[in-house]
């Protein structure tokens, strides 16, 4: 059974950082590529960042270039996003989901961004 | 970017009675290469994540029910669910993976009338 689950959300002061991290099971982690998608409070989905099975390939949303760094250990069956320069716009539920079509998702981490 | 717009914003619709969603794109979706539309749907139901229901614009994904069904191709796609049941109650999303940024329709929320 394909398993995400992320973790790392919480309670960040505006311009500071966090790390979120998603791990996988029940598929080889190592032959597919994962997102990032988020979901601010009420509102719909925003696609984040992409990489590739071997990191060769990396996106970002415009919204988030030169703040967010996606990357991932295969060794770990993990993917992570760090999250730095954080505003209130960055409030939202954080998703990652397998592959270019999202075939699966994890249950997300609230990352609440306030003072 | 692609911009993806559905409609409607919301359908109430009967048990047992169909609800079509149109999804519409500002370029198109298909690569003549392969022959394929880069189109998905997803289902959330209230306070989970998004499920995918078809991908490829047409292809149900495994242990999805048959009365969900996708179609159209190019710019112009629709949803639909035949014979809605009351478990098929939730906010429903177009989604592009042909161009990055990966873009999303708006959501359209479909309720039992």
């Known amino acids: 059974e394909v398993q995400l689950e992320e973790s790392g959300g919480g309670l960040v002061q505006p311009g500071g950082s966090l790390r979120l991290s998603c791990v996988a099971s029940g598929f080889i982690f190592s032959d597919y590529g994962m997102n990032w998608v988020r979901q601010a409070p009420g509102k719909g989905l925003e696609w984040v960042s992409y990489i590739s099975n071997s990191s060769s390939i990396i996106y970002h949303a415009d919204s988030v270039k030169g703040r967010f760094t996606i990357s991932r250990d295969n060794a770990e069956n993990s993917v992570y996003l760090q999250m730095n320069s954080l505003t209130v716009e960055d409030m939202a539920v954080y998703y990652c989901?397998?592959?270019?079509?999202?075939?699966?998702w994890g249950q997300g981490t609230l990352v609440t961004v306030s003072s | 970017d692609i911009v993806m717009t559905q409609s409607p914003d919301s359908l109430a619709v009967s048990l047992g009675e169909r609800a079509t969603i149109n999804c519409k794109s500002n370029q198109t979706l298909f690569y003549s290469s392969n022959n394929k539309s880069y189109l998905g749907w997803f289902q959330q139901k209230s306070g989970q994540p998004p499920t995918l229901l078809i991908y490829w614009a047409s292809i149900r994904e495994s242990g999805v029910p048959d009365r969900f069904s996708g179609s159209g191709s190019g710019r112009d796609f629709s949803l639909t669910i035949n014979s809605l049941q009351a478990e098929d109650v939730a906010v429903y999303y177009c989604h592009q993976y042909f161009n990055i940024p990966w873009t999303f329709g708006q959501g359209t929320k479909v309720e039992i009338k």
């Open positions: 989901a397998r592959d270019r079509h999202s075939d699966f």
